[in-house]
């Protein structure tokens, strides 16, 4: 079994298996517990015995079962894995995955870590982010096995990646917070198509200006706070000022890239996925960005 004593008290081991420092750890602590305090109080079944009846739990502390979830998150082991390395059945490891990254989740709303799925009008945008002056919009994919279902590959092979994925659009930050997240969809689908879907650029006020690439060509007849690289036009060639123009735009538009690097610590983001529950992916993915926000928060 792993020695979390150890672990916790070293910094270097810390940040390697959980992606978070002493100080973001500790500052995650006091949420995750109220967290899973609220959800123990309200059980999603009908409890058969009283809190606290039954065999000590493996994981007793809340310090305890933050690690777990970190630890899965960071490192992505299976839960054979998991079982050997906190003494108990692989079906409890699926358990405890599966009943904590909620908890880790709600932990993360309290902290205001999460970024937001959905905008509803401008109005929100403006209380959730007073201080917004840029949006930088870039997709991320993660690759998923490849399904036996003939439509189902069609569906989630990515002719960019050439392999089978998940796709979501990030909106970020020029300080590398990740604000905005899609839900998870299959790797065919492209990213102009899958942020009109979403209907995401439509609620960010006029005076927010909004950075893409040429992935996302045509939203600038849309609307008038869009700003994207040059494109070459059909068999000429760009101007020396443009191409200096698209040098200091993607100077700019690097900082989304950093914030997609920093998500991607979590090896659940990165490695191919192998879970089966549905949608299992995009809330690992709601996490990961979380972690990544709490950690430019409280570094």
Known sequence: MLDLERILRSDRLLRAMTGLNRKAFESLLPSFTTAYEQRQMKPEEERKRAPGGGRKATLRTTQDKLFYILLYCKCYPTFDLMSV???????????????????????????????????????EFLERFPDIKEVILDGTERPVQRPQDPEKQREHYSGKKKRHTRKHITGSTRKKRV?????????????????????????????????????????????VNIHLPHKKPKGKELSDQQKQENREFSRQRVKCEHAHAGIKRYRSVTDVYRNCVPDFDDRLMLNAA???NLYLDVA
């Open 85 to 123: 390395l906190f003494g108990f059945d692989r079906s409890c490891a699926w358990d405890w995955v599966h009943g904590l990254l909620p908890v880790l989740e709600q932990a993360l709303g309290y902290k205001q870590a999460l970024p937001e799925r959905k905008l509803h009008s401008m109005e």
């Open 179 to 223: 604000i905005l997240l899609t839900k998870a969809r299959a790797g065919k689908i492209h990213d102009k198509r899958q942020l009109d879907e979403e209907d995401l650029v439509g609620d960010i006020p006029d005076e927010v200006v909004v950075e893409g690439d040429l992935g996302f060509q045509g939203l600038q007849n849309e609307f």
């Open 290 to 292: 979380g972690l990544w």
